[in-house]
C-alpha cells in the first residue's frame, strides 16, 4: 500500500502523448519532483512524497516512456526539451506558478532546461546525483559510452548497455542497472523496488529514451547554469557508481550552489538514506524557497464594522 | 523545582498485544517515577486500546500512515507473508519516521520507547546523529525467518535484514539505552540469524535484557474463575468457547470456518456457547449468522473473558495465546500460513509451555475443527506458569534509564 494517496490525478496531452500526473497536498511552496530517464517513474519519489505533501505541496508525474504516461515510439519525442516542457504543462494544468524543482540523476538536465528557460517559476532547484556532461564518466562505463546501437562482442558489465543485447537480455540489463544503482549493501527492497519499475516499461521504448536528443556538451551545460537565477542544491553520493561524484560537485560550483556529498553513498540517495536526503531538502526549502509569511491581518475592529 | 521527565512511547500496532502490554509498563513506569508524563505516538487500532485506558495520544500521531490497513491489503485468506509484507511497508515506515523525526524536534522528551517500532529502530541506527534523547527498544521476537516454501531467494533476503540489524547494533551500541526482550532466554527459537550470522539466542542474550512475559493484566483478577464467570454472565451450565482473531482485519477466514464447525461442535457439546469477536477492524455484520452463535465487535477486556472460558479458537499471534497460558485455559490456535513468526518464533515459545494444541488452517475441515473443540474444551491443562511480574521489571529497566 502506498503511503500516502494523491489528492487529485490528471493527464495532460502533449502533441499526442498524456503525461499523467499528481497532486499531494496544498500547502506552500510546490516541490515539483522531477522525472529521471524513463527506466523508472514516479514512485521513485516514494519515500519523499509523504512527507513533503504534509509540509508543502507535492507535484509528481511519470516520464513519457513508463509508468502512465504514454509511449511514443520515436526517439525525438524523447528530447529532453520535451520533457521541459512536460514540465511547464503539469505545472499548468496543476495551477502552479512557482515550484522548487527535484531532479534526479538524467532529470538534471531536464530541469536545468526548465529553470533556465522559466526562471520566474523556479525559486529553487535540487539535484540528486546528476547525469550532466561535466566532470567524465568511470573508465569501466566510458569504454561503452556511444556505443548503444553498436553490436559488442561481450554482455559483460557495461556493454550491457546495449539496444541489441536488451532485445533477449533486458531484464538483465535491467538488474544489472539497478544494482550499480544501489551499492550500498543490505539494499534488496531497493533493487527489488526499481527492477520492477524497469520492467513496466520495454527494451524498445526505453531505446528510443536513450536515443533522444539530450545536453551533449560541457558548454550546453554552462550555458544553462549560466542563465539559472535560483538557488542551488547538489547531493551527490560519494560512492555513486553511475555518475561519479566529481561531476555533483562541478555542477554545485558552476552554479554557485550548496554541495553536499554523501559517504558510502551511491546513486540514489533519496531512496537508500531518505531520511538524511529528506532532511536535506527540507532544510533547503524552508532557506531559501520559503514565502515569507503573509502579515498578519490587523486586529480590532474600525468603527462601523458592527452596525 | 525539576520539570517532570517526559516519554515518548511508540508502540506497534501489528496486532492488538503490544498496546495492552505497553500500557501496563507505562502503568508500572508512572509507580516508579512519579510525575513522569507519557505521551504516545500511535494509530489504530492502538488508539483504540489507549483511549479506552485514559492514555494520552499525542496528536501528531494523526498523520501516522496506517500499518494495518497495509497489512491487511497483503494478506490472503488465513495466509500473510509477514516478512514479505513488512518489507513492502517501507514507504509507509520512512513516512512514519518523519513524523517521528519533526515531532521530537518541536517537543522534548527524555526517552523515547519503541515496541517494535521498526522505523523508529531502524532510522536512528541508519543515522545516530538523529537520537537526541535516551532510546529503549522493545520486542517479543528476535530474528526475520524465511518459510519453506520461501527457497534459498527468502533464506538469503532474512539473512541480509537479520545481517543489517548486527551490523547496526555493532556499529552503533549507543543508540539503544535498554534493549529488553518480552519474554526469557528459552523462549527464544534454536535458528541461526543466517549464515555466518550467530545463533538468534546468543546474540539476544549478548544485547538485551529479559523481562519476562509481560502479560499486561492482573492475574489477581482472574484467580477466582467462578466469580469471574458469574461476572461476566457465563451460567455453570453452558461451556464457553470464545473464538477470536486479535486486532487486524486478516481473520475473517479463520472465523467463517470455525462458526461453520459450530453446528456439528454443538452436536458434540450440547451446552456449547460459541463466542466470535470480530475485533476492531472486521464488520460483524458481514458474518453468517447461526442460531446459537454470538457476534460481538471489540470487547475491551477480552482477557478476562478468555480467563473465563472453557475454549478458546484463535490465531497463533503471541498475545492472545499467551493470555491463554498465563489464564491455564486450554486453546486451538491456527498459525498464518507464511507468517514466520506465528509458524516458529511463537510456536517454539508456546510448546516450551506446553501450551495450545497447534491445527492447520488449509488441511482443517469443519468437522476436524469441531472434533477437536469437543476435546479440547473444558481440559485441564498444565502449563509452565507464566510470569507476573514482566510489566515491572520492563518498568524499572526503564526508570533506570530515565534516572
Given at each position: 500500500?502506498?503511503?500516502?494517496?494523491?489528492?487529485?490525478?490528471?493527464?495532460?496531452?502533449?502533441?499526442?502523448?498524456?503525461?499523467?500526473?499528481?497532486?499531494?497536498?496544498?500547502?506552500?511552496?510546490?516541490?515539483?519532483?522531477?522525472?529521471?530517464?524513463?527506466?523508472?517513474?514516479?514512485?521513485?519519489?516514494?519515500?519523499?512524497?509523504?512527507?513533503?505533501?504534509?509540509?508543502?505541496?507535492?507535484?509528481?508525474?511519470?516520464?513519457?516512456?513508463?509508468?502512465?504516461?504514454?509511449?511514443?515510439?520515436?526517439?525525438?519525442?524523447?528530447?529532453?526539451t520535451e520533457f521541459a516542457a512536460d514540465a511547464v504543462a503539469v505545472m499548468d494544468a496543476t495551477d502552479t506558478e512557482q515550484a522548487v524543482v527535484v531532479s534526479w540523476s538524467k532529470g538534471a538536465q531536464r530541469s536545468l532546461l526548465l529553470a533556465a528557460e522559466h526562471p520566474e517559476r523556479i525559486p529553487g532547484a535540487v539535484f540528486i546525483c546528476p547525469a550532466v556532461p561535466l566532470a567524465g564518466v568511470s573508465p569501466e562505463r566510458a569504454r561503452y559510452m556511444g556505443r548503444f546501437t553498436e553490436r559488442l562482442e561481450t554482455t559483460a558489465g557495461w556493454a550491457k548497455w546495449n539496444m541489441h543485447y536488451w532485445e533477449h537480455g533486458y531484464r538483465d540489463f535491467?538488474?544489472?542497472?539497478?544494482?550499480?544503482?544501489?551499492?550500498?549493501?543490505?539494499?534488496?527492497?531497493?533493487?527489488?523496488?526499481?527492477?520492477?519499475?524497469?520492467?513496466?516499461?520495454?527494451?524498445?521504448?526505453?531505446?528510443?529514451?536513450?536515443?533522444?536528443?539530450?545536453?551533449?556538451?560541457?558548454?550546453?551545460?554552462?550555458?544553462?547554469?549560466?542563465?539559472?537565477?535560483?538557488?542551488?542544491?547538489?547531493?551527490?553520493?560519494?560512492?555513486?557508481?553511475?555518475?561519479?561524484?566529481?561531476?555533483?560537485?562541478?555542477?554545485?560550483e558552476v552554479t554557485g550552489g550548496e554541495f553536499v556529498g554523501l559517504p558510502g553513498v551511491g546513486h540514489a540517495p533519496h531512496l537508500r538514506k531518505p531520511v538524511l536526503f529528506n532532511t536535506l531538502l527540507k532544510g533547503f526549502v524552508e532557506r531559501e524557497a520559503r514565502a515569507p509569511p503573509v502579515a498578519a491581518a490587523p486586529t480590532g475592529s474600525k468603527e462601523g464594522d458592527s452596525q | 523545582m525539576s520539570s517532570p521527565r517526559r516519554v515518548l512511547y511508540m508502540s506497534s500496532p501489528i496486532g492488538l498485544g503490544h498496546a495492552r502490554r505497553d500500557v501496563a509498563i507505562a502503568r508500572e513506569l508512572r509507580a516508579l517515577v512519579p510525575g513522569v508524563e507519557i505521551d504516545w505516538l500511535a494509530q489504530h487500532p492502538v488508539t483504540r486500546v489507549l483511549e479506552a485506558e485514559g492514555e494520552r495520544v499525542h496528536p501528531a500521531s494523526r498523520h501516522l500512515a496506517n500499518e494495518s490497513s497495509h497489512i491487511e491489503s497483503e494478506s490472503a485468506e488465513h495466509d500473510l507473508h509477514c516478512f514479505q509484507a513488512w518489507r513492502r511497508m517501507d514507504e509507509i515506515l520512512v513516512a512514519n519516521y518523519m513524523v517521528f523525526?519533526?515531532?521530537?524536534?518541536?517537543?522534548?522528551?527524555?526517552l523515547w520507547i519503541g515496541d517494535e517500532a521498526w522505523e523508529i529502530d531502524y532510522y536512528l541506527h541508519e543515522h545516530p546523529t538523529e537520537k537526541r534523547a535516551h532510546y529503549a527498544w522493545l520486542t517479543d521476537f528476535v530474528g526475520w525467518l524465511p518459510m519453506d516454501d520461501g527457497g534459498a531467494h527468502e533464506a538469503h533476503l532474512t539473512a541480509d535484514y537479520n545481517g543489517e540489524m548486527v551490523g547496526h547494533i555493532a556499529a552503533h551500541p549507543d543508540v539503544r539505552d535498554c534493549a529488553l526482550f518480552v519474554g526469557n532466554p528459552e523462549d527464544i527459537v534454536p535458528d541461526a540469524l543466517g549464515p555466518d550470522l550467530p545463533l538468534i539466542r546468543d546474540w539476544t542474550e549478548r544485547n538485551f535484557d529479559f523481562a519476562g512475559y509481560v502479560t499486561g493484566f492482573d492475574a489477581e483478577r482472574f484467580a477466582d474463575r467462578e466469580r469471574l464467570r458469574a461476572e461476566l454472565g457465563y451460567r455453570p451450565d453452558e461451556r464457553v468457547c470464545?473464538?477470536?482473531v486479535g486486532g487486524s482485519g486478516v481473520g475473517e477466514h479463520l472465523l467463517r470456518?470455525?462458526?461453520?464447525?459450530?453446528?456439528?461442535?454443538?452436536?458434540?457439546?450440547?451446552?456449547?456457547?460459541?463466542?466470535?469477536?470480530?475485533?476492531?477492524?472486521?464488520?460483524?455484520?458481514?458474518?453468517?449468522?447461526?442460531?446459537?452463535?454470538?457476534?460481538?465487535?471489540?470487547?475491551?477486556?477480552?482477557?478476562?473473558?478468555?480467563?473465563?472460558?472453557?475454549?478458546?479458537?484463535?490465531?497463533?499471534?503471541?498475545?492472545?495465546?499467551?493470555?491463554?497460558?498465563?489464564?491455564?485455559?486450554?486453546?486451538?490456535?491456527?498459525?498464518?500460513?507464511?507468517?514466520?513468526?506465528?509458524?516458529?518464533?511463537v510456536h517454539h515459545r508456546l510448546e516450551r509451555y506446553g501450551a495450545g494444541r497447534r491445527l492447520d488452517f488449509e488441511t482443517s475441515e469443519p468437522e476436524d475443527i469441531a472434533a477437536a473443540i469437543e476435546e479440547e474444551i473444558g481440559r485441564e491443562v498444565s502449563y509452565r506458569p507464566v510470569e507476573r511480574d514482566g510489566a515491572r521489571r520492563a518498568a524499572e529497566r526503564l526508570a533506570e534509564v530515565l534516572a
Open positions: 500500500m502506498r503511503a500516502r494517496e494523491p489528492d487529485e490525478t490528471g493527464y495532460v496531452n502533449r502533441d499526442g502523448v498524456p503525461i499523467y500526473w499528481e497532486r499531494f497536498g496544498d500547502g506552500s511552496p510546490t516541490v515539483l519532483f522531477m522525472p529521471t530517464w524513463s527506466i523508472v517513474h514516479s514512485r521513485c519519489w516514494k519515500a519523499q512524497v509523504p512527507y513533503f505533501a504534509r509540509h508543502y505541496r507535492v507535484v509528481v508525474f511519470d516520464p513519457r516512456g513508463n509508468g502512465h504516461s504514454g509511449r511514443p515510439a520515436e526517439p525525438d519525442a524523447y528530447a529532453e535491467v538488474e544489472f542497472f539497478m544494482g550499480k544503482i544501489f551499492t550500498e549493501r543490505h539494499s534488496t527492497k531497493q533493487i527489488e523496488d526499481a527492477v520492477g519499475w524497469g520492467l513496466e516499461t520495454d527494451p524498445s521504448t526505453l531505446g528510443a529514451t536513450v536515443l533522444g536528443p539530450y545536453i551533449e556538451t560541457r558548454e550546453d551545460v554552462l550555458d544553462l547554469c549560466e542563465q539559472m537565477s535560483c538557488p542551488v542544491l547538489v547531493v551527490h553520493g560519494e560512492e555513486d557508481a553511475v555518475r561519479p561524484v566529481e561531476i555533483g560537485r562541478e555542477l554545485a | 523525526h519533526d515531532l521530537v524536534r518541536q517537543e522534548r522528551y527524555d470464545i473464538v477470536t470456518k470455525v462458526m461453520a464447525a459450530f453446528g456439528e461442535a454443538k452436536q458434540r457439546v450440547p451446552d456449547l456457547r460459541m463466542i466470535v469477536v470480530a475485533g476492531p477492524r472486521i464488520d460483524p455484520a458481514t458474518l453468517p449468522q447461526a442460531d446459537g452463535l454470538q457476534i460481538c465487535l471489540y470487547v475491551h477486556d477480552l482477557y478476562l473473558h478468555l480467563a473465563a472460558c472453557d475454549l478458546a479458537v484463535v490465531q497463533g499471534g503471541l498475545t492472545t495465546a499467551m493470555e491463554l497460558t498465563a489464564a491455564g485455559r486450554p486453546f486451538i490456535y491456527f498459525p498464518l500460513a507464511h507468517h514466520f513468526e506465528q509458524n516458529f518464533h
